[in-house]
């Protein structure tokens, strides 16, 4: 059997992911599921134990909404796949970064600690452009993150809650606007 | 600039740098950028590579630093002279073994490189000697300004610079120092060490040793985190931790100088007498002896042997810089005893008495 992610080595391991009621088994090559557990490490290393659950509740509970894996398609710029970009480690294009999200935001968070750039920009001839963008415009585009954070606080509450039809509600208004901001 | 030129003399920024003890070698700074307009490495096609190459070229052209600065593509290039550079520190093995158009810039001391599509489109990179950290950073940063003032970088307002690679992402940078650390070794004080500096999130692997066993003592500590720290608070808390370093080791070498002051003196001249006087070198014994010289060096005990004259010793005597200077490969047996004759000669040249 080929292994389920990589499609060319051998199938060694069999893999289950159990969320909520659903399980999921792969069958993987040995360095896929390397890869596999590594991601999950990942997810749980980065935070807290109180948060780690949390995330995992999350993970859980939007995993199994219509749609939750959608950020996983290929990159529109260079067509790369997430799964391709685990396998290789690296990316295809800075348009992969949107692409990818929110995976690649949690990997850089934890690689990193920070998810939020702090220093130098890029030169001072192409900062001009921007300053032409008329204060408004530019009021709309610095709060877009905010809303986005906002958005994915009142996400998680609606987890917490159990709330899970306004969390689809809230998921797809998050994916709208993270759809936005890469456009 | 010939190739060949290169192999039979030291980067010269390596000298005139020596700080007082010479337990700091060398700094680097390293920058990851890429074109705003072309797919990263693994994705890019030759001919953007070429257009990459063209664009790059033409900014260092018009830029103070890399004006007079040397191309050299890495398809004119043999195996052995890639190695030569890889050895010399101005480009990676991947990009001396990777495959499509790439190739490295570099100015006459050495001191700023740019290697052109790695993975990357650019790492530039800044060499200084000893403890002169922020000189390296100064002069990258400029480079930076300089050379992509004229073109668009892929960058974001939140993530910062895009990288190919997540553990670059932000502000691109590695900052490195390689330091001589042998009476922490000596003392076993090391893995203590070691582990401290994990906790600070900044890695610490040998240089010339295989995977994180140090040949000669000599560690490189450089940044993990790109993202959320400025380049300033980086610099900042490298120096930090080296000036932290620089103290542990002397507490070591004074503890030495006092407990086994006649063991440490034996071990310096044995040393040195083996290095002037051996006929057969393996690239580890060679890299063993000369940390031991260069402690005695430290110490006070060895007289008139500048660091910088060390550091050369350890380019001159790799593989691909003796086979290039011997004009044919050769087969490791041969280059033990290539190593030790070429030793003998450098030694005999400098005046210790």
Known sequence: MKCDVCKEQQATIEFTAVAGDEKKTLHLCAQCSKQESLEKDAQTEELTPSEGSQNKKLNAAVGQLPGADSHKGPCSGCGMTYEEFRKIGRLGCSKCYEAFEPALRRLLKRIHGSEKHVGRGPRASQAAPKAEVPATEAAVVEQKPQNLEQLQQELQAAVDAEEYERAAGLRDRVARLQRDESS | ?353
């Open chain 2, 1 to 353: 600039m010939k190739l060949d030129s290169l192999v039979r003399t030291a980067p010269s920024w390596m000298s005139g740098g020596d700080d007082a003890d010479g337990i700091v070698i060398s700094c680097r700074a390293r920058l990851a950028r890429n074109l705003a307009q072309f797919p990263f490495g693994s994705r890019i096609t030759e001919s953007q590579q070429l257009q990459v190459i063209d664009t790059v070229l033409a900014a260092a052209k018009s830029s103070n630093s890399m004006s007079t600065a040397t191309y050299f593509g890495m398809s004119v290039l043999d195996g052995n002279e890639r190695r030569v550079l890889v050895e010399r520190h101005l480009i990676s093995p991947t990009l001396a073994d990777d495959k499509g158009e790439r190739g490295v810039l570099f100015n006459q001391d050495e001191s700023l490189s740019v290697m052109i599509n790695e993975e990357d489109h650019l790492r530039l990179q800044s060499m200084s000697p000893g403890t002169r950290g922020k000189s390296a950073f100064a002069a990258i940063c400029a480079l930076d300004d300089e050379l992509l003032n004229s073109v668009e970088c892929a960058h974001d307002s939140r993530l910062g610079f895009l990288t190919a690679c997540p553990t670059n992402t932000g502000t691109g940078l590695r900052l490195s120092v390689l330091i001589h650390l042998p009476a922490l070794v000596l003392t076993e004080d090391m893995e203590r060490v070691l582990r401290g500096l994990g906790q600070l999130s900044f890695t610490v692997r040998g240089v010339y040793g295989e995977g994180s066993n140090a040949a000669g003592n000599l560690f490189q500590i450089s940044n993990q985190a790109t993202l959320g720290a400025s380049e300033e608070s980086i610099l900042e808390e490298l120096i930090g931790i080296t000036e932290k370093l620089v103290g542990y080791e002397r507490d070591a070498q004074d503890a030495l100088r006092k407990e086994a002051r006649g063991q440490v003196e034996d071990k310096v001249w044995r040393a040195f007498g083996l290095l002037s006087q051996a006929r057969i070198l393996t690239s580890q014994e060679f890299m063993n002896l000369l940390s031991a010289v260069r402690l005695g060096c430290t110490l006070g005990l060895v007289q008139g042997v500048p660091s910088s004259f060390l550091n050369h010793l350890m380019i001159a005597t790799q593989p691909s810089h003796l086979r290039a200077e011997a004009g044919h490969s050769l087969s490791p047996a041969e280059r033990d005893l290539r190593r030790a004759d070429l030793v003998r000669e450098k030694l005999s040249e400098v005046d210790n008495s």
